[in-house]
DNA sequence: ACATTATTTGCGCTATCGCGTAATTACATG
DNA sequence: CATGTAATTACGCGATAGCGCAAATAATGT
């Protein structure tokens, strides 16, 4: 796994359902490896991989406890990706805008065709 | 690549700078693929393949205009991504009030040790 | 019909991903 | 120190990603 931009890192670390649902479960609150692998039908070393791929996302740490190291979710990388969002949802609210504005003018085009019968008052 | 669901299907296109790259540049209007492939050291043939990723996940759309096939920025998927990232919003917000909290208790205690040479008041 | 421009598809290559099994490290406890 | 529990690393496998080159397709202009 080569050195990439975090962005990337944090996409692709996201770009999988079960790293998604291991960051849903830790919203709950830190939970341990053998915990998080619990609900999937998958080796602990490819949950260990998966935890793994977040952590050096920076999407999660880990700490120590005793033998078992308890994970956190990070909320950092999320917030760098919500800011990259951000640069499209200023487009596609302009977007929706634009596309409320031709939704009104078709609308009021059809309520021409109905009562065409009429001037320009 | 396996019919997948869309959220996977949004970040793992997400998951890679060219392609973000050309959504960067879609914001600002429809491009041909020759466009888009104008700024990388990309032959067509690849990044034809990129835009295949990128209209298989919904984030762009192809017309066609004479021989040029036009592509045009669709914002569905990431107004989806969005709304995934809206569950973890909350969960931070949260966290850093927490961070907030701590950060006031731990700046109290120092300006206490500062000046311990008082009584309780 | 023929040449031109725009884009995609086929093929082969190397690299990485996701997975399991087996071996290994790191702690804790009898 | 031996044993058990938690987690990781090593190794190999099949599948997929990303790339270029060459060939094919699509639409247009001559």
Known sequence: MQTQDPLTATFAALAD???????????????TVNELAEPFALTLPTVSRHLKVLEQ?????????????????????????????AQYREFFTTRFDRLDTQLKAMMAARADAAKPSRGDQ
């Open 17 to 31: 359902p079960t790293r998604r649902a291991m960051l849903a479960r830790l919203t709950q609150g830190p939970a």
């Open 57 to 85: 996302a920076g999407l999660i740490s880990k700490q120590r406890s005793a033998q078992s190291r308890p994970c956190t979710l990070e909320i950092a990388p999320l917030v760098e990706a919500d800011a990259w969002m």
